[in-house]
């Protein structure tokens, strides 16, 4: 025999030799004396052994019987432990989560909203990838992946959580404009360099909107184009050209003079910066206080803006 086939009899042959009497077992699970009875015999027919000596008025353990309880009560009390560690992660932050987010919104924000985290929550272990290629969130096992999409989102077989907005505004730094007029529209860029994101048609567009949310569309010929946010900031902040570039990537330069807003009543359409995870059902604390601290970290963000 390779294993016992119900561990529950165990559990209840501990309980029998712990109240001394079949009947007081049987009262404290709830359960009949005659059902417990013929559970702890059909063990003993499993084992092929006699763990119970049973007089009409007594029940004492065989020597055999006596090391086989031993055993038992070791594994009640694992048992107990394993349970304790899955309600202490249901009801605190603890554990291990493990999430992916693009490049760029790790340096917007998310790498401090994520420290602040951990540093409030020390039981928490985050194993982060930052990459920008498209995750499966199932089949690499992620708690959640971090995206940034236009709405409307797309129908996923997932669940979705909002966590902010992400909008794209003209930057270029104050050398780089002191040498051009200053632009009165889009179409006044036509004597300024630009930085663009990488187009695999090598047509470069930016789509802008204005307050009445009328679009216009500007062609141009980047001098760098990367699909990297980050190098196109570092240009921007040289001076290389003007870049269209996350808010939230350059708040803090426009706020300490590093970059200017250029035609600020032109951004492009607000982005949906969300969280995708398998399902809801059973989140632990954990990940689900992780989501809290982004969608109020986004919030806190957006009111410097």
């Known amino acids: 025999m390779n294993q016992i086939n119900d561990l529950n009899d165990l559990r209840l042959f501990a309980e ?4 001394g009497s079949f009947t007081a077992a049987a009262r404290s699970l709830g359960a009949q004396t005659s059902k417990l009875s013929r559970r702890i015999r059909s063990l003993e027919e499993e084992l092929g052994v006699r763990l119970l000596n049973r007089t009409s008025r007594s029940l004492s353990l065989t020597e055999t019987g006596r090391q086989f309880h031993q055993h038992c009560i070791a594994l009640v009390a694992e048992s107990k432990a394993a349970k304790d560690i899955v309600d202490q992660t249901r009801t605190q932050p603890q554990g291990t989560v493990r999430i992916s987010c693009p490049v760029a919104l790790l340096s917007s924000g998310v790498s401090a909203i994520i420290s602040r ?5 020390p039981q928490v272990r985050i194993l982060l990838d930052a990459t920008n290629r498209r995750v499966d969130v199932v089949e690499e096992g992620l708690d959640f992946a971090i995206r940034v999409r236009l709405p409307p989102l797309e129908n996923i077989d997932l669940a979705v959580r909002q ?6 505004i003209l930057v270029a730094s104050p050398t780089l404009a002191a040498r051009h007029p200053a632009p009165e529209s889009i179409e006044s860029l036509n004597e300024w360099p630009t930085l663009s994101m990488a187009s695999g048609s090598e047509k470069y567009v930016w789509n802008l909107m ?9 062609a141009h010929q980047p001098r760098l184009a990367t699909d ?15 870049a269209l570039l996350p808010r939230e990537l350059v708040g803090a330069d426009i706020q300490a003079g590093r970059l200017l807003h250029l035609l600020p009543e032109l951004a492009t359409t607000p982005g949906l910066v969300h969280a995708i995870f398998p399902t809801r059902r059973g989140m632990v604390p ?3 206080h992780l989501l809290d601290a982004l969608v109020d970290g986004f919030d806190a963000l957006s009111r410097t803006w």
């Open 16 to 19: 029998v030799v712990e109240h």
């Open 163 to 168: 966590l902010g907005v992400s909008v794209q």
């Open 228 to 242: 990297d946010l980050a190098s196109l900031r570092i240009a921007a902040l040289q001076g290389t050209g003007v």
């Open 286 to 288: 954990a990940v689900r």
């Open 117 to 121: 985290y951990i540093e409030d929550n």
């Open 210 to 218: 204005d307050a009445d949310k009328q679009v216009t569309s500007w």
